[in-house]
């Protein structure tokens, strides 16, 4: 299977980070599956770190050569995942969402046919089959 982690998923799974929900560090040290990462958190990272270096303490640069020494693979922007962004559901009544980067990320593994890996409880209402909330 291939799997794009979500950028918190990506960052506690380098980090062995205890809050990596036991599902997600299975699916990951699965050697049946291709783990993959996204330049859009690579650009997340990079702005967060830019606003609160206190916070986060590495760049997009940093990041992205983390991801490289574990072995996951990138996945750049295209124009078809922003065309995806249009297609992407959201359910009736869902609490509001407004993070440009998540609608990206799903959006991503949509086109690509990839299983979108996260903890964010906002993300299942998009209604993707693409999503796995762990």
Not at 36 to 51: C, G, L, P, R, T
Not at 53 to 68: A, E, I, M, R, Y
Not at 89 to 102: I, L, N, S, V, Y
């Amino acid at each position: 299977m291939n799997i794009l982690l979500d950028t918190h998923i990506l960052i506690w799974a380098l980090n062995d980070d205890p809050r990596l929900p036991e599902k997600a560090r299975e699916l990951i040290l699965d050697e049946s599956n291709i783990v993959y990462y996204s330049s859009v958190s690579i650009w997340e990272v990079s702005i967060k770190h830019a606003i609160h270096p206190d916070n986060v303490q590495f760049t997009g640069k940093d990041l992205s050569g983390f991801c490289q020494d574990a072995g996951f693979l990138p996945v750049e922007i295209r124009d078809r995942h922003v065309f995806a962004l249009e297609t992407i559901t959201r359910a009736d009544g869902a609490p509001p969402h407004h993070d440009p980067f998540d609608r990206m990320l799903i959006s991503q593994a949509k086109a690509e046919n990839m299983t979108f890996i996260t903890h964010d409880s906002l993300l299942p209402y998009y209604q993707e089959k693409c999503i796995v909330f762990v």
